[in-house]
């Protein structure tokens, strides 16, 4: 954090003693209450930010990139009650992905509107980067753009790559970038999976990241602050960060306190989160993902699959999941209409189960017992992976073991660079 740290003490003049202390994580945050149903209540960043009087934004014109996340404990969005408050001067909105309202399917946005809410004018990040990006920051006006959205933990999930995008655009820019902080829903326990070959390079994956990254958003702009921005942008953006209190890193989403608002279309629960790291590694086959169910990526399949595939993922005994036999039929996306076989995932102890693994594992099985099975044709498993290693290795004949042991070198450098950003036990 030393970067963001000295960076508002330069700003202590403007903004007060209150609210470096509540950007460096002390300060008059209130103390975590108890949850409804027994634990902790989580404060996120934007309940600190609104205790402290948005002390950080006093002065400055603010844009705000957001999704339906961004709420409140009583699920009032934070643009219609940071727009009612004379505190803040909010002029932008700056929606990603499936757009600020969040009526956009997978890979797309809502386009540049005005809010019908609050009529402030609604700028679409979607697949814009660096200069294009840096024009629209410029033209919004704003001199502090913040970001508050709920991530689930994986690599591939674009939020936190609309995050990297938007703070290397803030710096062509020239304006200061705040994160505001939620719970990564898996925990912080630790990094899984294959870390990015930047060869590979996309919107699903811009520098070497693990494929669960084990990191809340805010650890994650001070990692990409500290060793990838200057790398795009020349040098650091102006970055601060509002932590939470009352997160632990080993709890799930359901120890927080914090109603869950799904982040796009096919992540309906925390449950989904849960093994989306794993197996939304499909997206990248010819099987279905669950998409067109009210289980996705719990659910997978194809035509032909039968129940020789949950016995051959169950004989694997992977730790923390079952495998049940089951046959849906996908209302949209693959197989739209069609009834096909395949298999749900049945997570029975959170702690244990490793998404990564179980990913790979059925991947390995499905190709082994459905003579269908095929990768894409653009060989975008190589971009979920982050390199063409486990393509190749399943395609060889490797088992799980063996593909999982490929990569745990890279994995154990960014398990060391990771740790320099934490920011919470």
């Known amino acids: 954090m030393a970067l963001s740290r000295r960076v508002l003490l330069g700003r202590l003049a403007a903004t007060g003693a209150a609210g470096a202390a509540l950007a460096a994580g002390t300060g008059p945050a209130r103390a975590a209450q108890p949850a409804p149903g027994g634990g902790r209540r989580v404060h996120t960043g934007f309940d600190r930010l609104a205790a402290d009087g948005y002390r950080l934004l006093d002065g400055q014109r603010v844009g705000i990139v957001t999704n339906p996340t961004g709420v409140t404990h009583d699920v009032r969005h934070i643009v219609d009650v940071m727009h009612a408050d004379d505190r803040v001067r909010l002029t932008a909105v700056f929606g990603p992905e499936h757009g600020f309202r969040g009526t956009a399917q997978a890979g797309g946005s809502e386009g540049r509107y005005d809010d019908p809410a609050t009529g402030l004018p609604v700028y679409d990040t979607y697949n814009k980067n660096g200069k294009a990006l840096a024009d629209i920051f410029t033209a919004s006006g704003v001199d502090t753009v913040v970001f508050d959205i709920q991530d689930v933990g994986a690599r591939f ?8 995008d938007c703070m290397v655009a803030a710096v062509l820019a020239g304006k200061r970038f ?22 590979y390079a996309s919107f699903i994956g811009r520098e070497p990241v693990a494929q669960a990254h084990g990191m809340t958003v805010a650890e994650l702009a001070l990692l990409f602050n500290g060793e990838f921005v200057p790398q795009a942008a020349g040098r650091p953006v102006e970055l601060e960060t509002v932590r939470m209190t009352g997160w632990r890193r080993t709890d799930f989403y359901d120890a927080t306190g914090l109603p869950w608002v799904p982040p796009s279309p096919n992540m309906p629960t925390p449950d989904t989160a849960l093994v989306y790291s794993g197996t939304c590694l499909f997206e990248g086959t ?47 996306s693959k197989f739209q209409g069609k009834t096909i076989g395949g298999v749900q995932l049945h997570v029975h102890d959170r702690a244990a189960f490793d998404p990564v693994r179980t990913g790979i594992a059925l991947l390995v099985t499905a190709k082994r017992v459905w003579p269908g099975f095929a990768w894409r044709p653009d060989h975008g498993i190589d971009r979920l992976t982050g390199s063409s290693t486990v393509r190749t290795m399943i395609d060889a004949g490797a088992g799980p073991d063996e593909i999982v042991a490929a990569w745990q070198q890279g994995l154990k450098r960014f398990r060391t660079v990771r740790r320099r950003y934490l920011r919470y036990l």
């Not at 999930?157 to 990297?164: H, S, V």
């Not at 994160?179 to 925990?187: A, C, I, K, M, S």
């Not at 993902?289 to 399949?301: A, I, K, Q, S």
């Open 286 to 332: 010819n099987l279905s993902e669950g998409r067109g169910t009210t289980r996705p990526f719990e659910l997978l399949g194809a035509d032909g699959i039968d129940r020789r595939w949950a016995a051959a993922a169950t004989e694997l005994a992977l730790p923390g999941v079952h495998f049940r036999e089951a046959y849906f039929a996908p209302t949209f």
């Open 157 to 164: 999930y674009t939020y936190i790559w609309t995050l990297y």
């Open 178 to 199: 705040l994160v505001l902080d939620r719970p990564n829903p898996v925990t912080g326990r630790s990094a899984t999976g294959p870390v990015l070959d930047k060869a």
